[in-house]
């Protein structure tokens, strides 16, 4: 089996004002779907980011690709190194982190040519991972501080403004009573502190089984992380990104009892070294879309098991065929010990064949066709290819969008 024909289609999804330290999401997310044709007649699929440097870089490595054996995966990594040899980031310039491109192009590549191999030997991809310890895989829900859409927006609107504490439980009881969730992550970093600590305590009201977490994306100084962790002692399970850098990490990390995990001081193999030399952080959320791939995200997943580090789940803004990715790597991850993070309740469409997938009692079943067990929907990927070119966004840049919503808006981080 040999790739013949690579094809690369730049989408825009409608999405939601939701907001974060750097800003608020703009009206549309971009991504990047792949299809690996073969001179078997299989195609695989894989979905990446879409943002300018990425789609260049997959455009870049996609021609390369025509002859390669989608088993040899030492040869897809040279190639790609060969069509990259400067590396370089892929996030905006306004991102708390970036990813080398060489890592998520091969992460992009690495999936399709898995879900590849999977259609050939008509096995799930998971088995190509050695094999599932769960069929039924945890998420939480996703809570995020938002606004009400402009009018120009591309989506309906979801929940208007959600701005107070009481406004958010309310939109936890939502997402809770709609798809089951056991858990619950608060994307923090938007309101002043002790606002999102009095969130945080009407969650926790509201839902005394749950588990807890909030993410401010490194909007706080230590003092007032180590402020704020007295104040949510006993009611988080984990506090995620509070301080901005590993030093400042390893700092708190040294103060509280509390556990540290991360996606944004730890995203290269070599950070996890330095991490546990520091004791920096005691959870890391694996992603395939950049810690190379799915073999890579399993990879993570061993060596956190052998320095006894948690393991969670980290999302982006994605579709079906990424989301069935994470479903097969948590499946395959032995040391999965905590829920999954997922965007996808926030957005209506959807580009695989059959729509949008269900959650119940807050878990997704990991599809058991062959590869992904997942199908393109050429229709709805052409509907999203359009919307792409006529919305004529080629990144993202939440700090700028803001300014529509707060003109006087100026990024900080830490803010406070």
Request: with cysteine.
């Amino acid at each position: 089996m040999r790739i013949t024909t690579i094809k690369i289609t730049p989408i825009a999804v409608p999405d939601v004002p939701l907001l974060n330290t750097k800003g608020v999401h703009g009206k549309v997310f971009l991504r990047a779907i792949i299809e690996l044709e073969t001179d078997t007649g299989l195609v695989g699929l894989g979905e990446a980011y879409g943002a300018k440097r990425t789609l260049a870089g997959l455009q870049a490595v996609g021609p390369t690709l025509e002859g390669l054996d989608p088993y040899d995966l030492r040869d897809l990594r040279r190639r790609v190194e060969r069509a990259l040899p400067e590396g370089g980031g892929v996030n905006a310039p306004t991102a708390l982190a970036d990813h080398k491109v060489v890592d998520v192009v091969y992460s992009a590549f690495e999936i399709a040519c898995l879900d590849l191999r999977g259609k050939e030997v008509d096995r799930p991809l998971y088995d190509l991972l050695g094999g599932a310890v769960r069929k039924d895989i945890p998420f939480g829900g996703y809570l995020f501080f938002k606004y009400a859409n402009l009018p120009d927006a591309v989506s309906d609107d979801i929940f208007g403004d959600v701005l107070t504490p009481d406004a958010m439980v309310a939109q936890a009881k939502a997402l809770v009573g709609d798809h089951g969730y056991k858990s619950l992550k608060l994307k923090g970093g938007v309101l002043p502190p002790d606002e999102e600590v009095e969130t945080m305590l009407k969650l926790r009201e509201a839902f005394p089984d749950h588990g807890l977490r909030i993410d401010p994306m490194g909007a706080w100084t230590v003092p007032t992380a180590a402020k704020v962790v007295k104040q949510l002692d006993g009611v988080l399970e984990y506090l995620e990104d509070p301080v901005r850098g590993l030093d400042a990490m390893a700092e708190l990390s040294a103060m509280i009892e509390m556990p540290l995990a991360t996606n944004l001081v730890v995203v290269e193999f070599e950070h996890v070294v330095e991490a546990i030399q520091k004791d920096a952080v005691q959870i890391i959320l694996s992603d395939h879309h950049y810690w190379r791939g799915a073999t890579g995200a399993i990879h993570l997943g061993e060596m956190c098991r052998a320095a006894g580090l948690g393991v969670s789940m980290h999302s982006n803004s994605h579709l079906g065929i990424s989301l069935a990715a994470m479903c097969h790597v948590a499946a395959a991850t032995p040391n999965l010990t905590y829920d999954c993070d997922t965007h996808y309740p926030w957005y209506s469409k959807e580009i695989i064949k059959g729509g949008r997938v269900t959650f119940k009692d807050g878990k997704l079943r990991v599809p058991e066709g062959p590869g992904l067990g997942v199908e393109l929907d050429q229709e709805v990927l052409a509907e999203l290819h359009a919307l792409y070119n006529e919305q004529m966004v080629v990144d993202r840049d939440d700090t700028d969008e803001m300014l529509k919503y707060v003109p006087d808006y100026v990024r900080k981080v830490p803010r406070w």
